[in-house]
């Protein structure tokens, strides 16, 4: 069995933006008007969490090769 970090590490990244994305997706109690700035606030450090996670995994696959 060949070892394959790359594909991995992008799969892992994939994995952790799709659950950022559908976590910020959710049923919420946001008034009808949009989202309140606390709500706009957590989604937007998931996405910069899973960015950091994706350009980590992209250096580590780098390293690996």
């Given at each position: 069995?060949t070892?394959?970090p790359?594909?991995?590490?992008?799969l892992?990244?994939?994995?952790?933006?799709?659950?950022?994305?559908?976590?910020?997706?959710?049923?919420?109690?946001?008034?009808?008007?949009g989202?309140?700035?606390a709500q706009?606030?957590?989604?937007?450090?998931?996405?910069?969490?899973?960015?950091?996670?994706?350009?980590?995994?992209?250096?580590?696959?780098g390293?690996?090769?």
């Amino acid at each position: 069995m060949t070892r394959r970090p790359a594909a991995t590490a992008a799969l892992a990244a994939l994995a952790l933006a799709a659950a950022a994305l559908l976590t910020a997706c959710g049923p919420t109690a946001a008034p009808a008007d949009g989202p309140d700035s606390a709500q706009v606030q957590q989604m937007q450090q998931k996405v910069d969490a899973a960015d950091s996670a994706a350009a980590q995994a992209d250096d580590n696959a780098g390293q690996d090769n």
